[in-house]
């Protein structure tokens, strides 16, 4: 009996000798060699990557824009009529319809766009997407586009019968009774206050004042001669802008600025 249990013990002994000597004259043979085979067989070194997926790896991250609501900083002492919305505007698939007062819907189409920014307010409504500025009133018949510069970031300001979106170069201004997009450039200065009462729209910066009759869309602005304006008011006939012991005065009728001496 012992001779045959030696015989078997020693075959064993043998085998796993052989074995064990395989796996350490080829390491590829192990488990861990198997896996970071296909682990290499998946790889792909970056100079054989497409151009494509070489150009998504390499793209800039995306810019992060930003729609706010303008903040005046000059006192405005204008008393506004109750404005009532007169516009509706709901958001569909890839789309945003307008309702008019008459009942007339009017669409446009959002695909390819992203929206950054959407309001309504008196008789018009605007939106401001990634690619357009986009504008609609109760005499429209379709969506009045503009175009910006795709700056970083804008303020809107809206009134009953204009709306204005800011950059850091432009002013971008829709007017309702034309239902078209005005461009106003700024020359190195910034913006200080927005307003709309009726047909007229009265804008200040820290180098001028502007004055625009929407219904003939002309623009009349007067220089500051550097002084500042801190506060202003619009009434039916005039709008007047405060300055220190001075005072601009710009009559409709006329439509001209006059300047006024306080101290006498």
Same mark, same amino acid.
């Given at each position: ?120 307010? +008196?008789?018009?409504?605007? @939106? #401001?997407?990634?690619?357009?500025? !986009?504008?609609?009133? /109760? %005499?429209? =018949? ?16 809206? +009134?009953?019968?204009?709306? @204005? #979106?800011?950059?850091?170069?432009? !002013?971008?201004?829709? /007017? %309702?009774? =034309? ?86």
């Amino acid at each position: 009996m012992r001779n045959p249990l030696y015989v078997f013990i020693s075959f064993i002994l043998v085998g796993t000798i052989f074995a064990n000597w395989g796996v350490v004259a080829n390491p590829r043979n192990d488990g861990y060699g198997a896996r970071q085979g296909n682990q290499e067989s998946r790889l792909t070194p970056l100079n054989q990557l497409s151009p494509e997926a070489n150009r998504i790896l390499n793209a800039p991250p995306p810019t992060q824009h930003q729609v706010t609501t303008f903040e005046s900083r000059v006192t405005d002492r204008t008393a506004y009529p109750y404005i009532q919305t007169t516009l509706n505007f709901v958001k569909g698939h890839l789309s945003y319809k307008a309702f008019l007062s008459d009942g007339q819907e009017i669409s446009y189409s959002t695909r390819g766009e992203h929206i950054w920014h959407s309001q309504c307010y +008196g008789d018009l409504c605007v @939106l #401001v997407t990634n690619k357009n500025l !986009l504008g609609v009133s /109760n %005499s429209s =018949t379709e969506w009045e586009k503009g175009h910006h510069f795709g700056e970083e970031r804008y303020q809107i300001a809206i +009134g009953h019968k204009a709306a @204005l #979106v800011i950059s850091e170069r432009k !002013l971008y201004l829709f /007017n %309702s009774y =034309t239902n078209h997009w005005e461009t106003i450039s700024l020359e190195q200065e910034i913006i200080r206050s927005f307003a709309n009462l009726y047909d007229k729209v009265a804008i200040t910066t820290t180098r001028r004042m502007i004055v625009i009759d929407l219904p003939s869309e002309t623009q009349f602005e007067e220089n500051l001669l550097l002084r500042g304006i801190y506060q202003f008011e619009m009434r039916d006939a005039f709008i007047n802008f405060y300055s220190g012991d001075k005072l601009w005065m710009f009559r409709y009728q006329t439509q001209n600025f006059e300047e006024v001496d306080l101290t006498d």
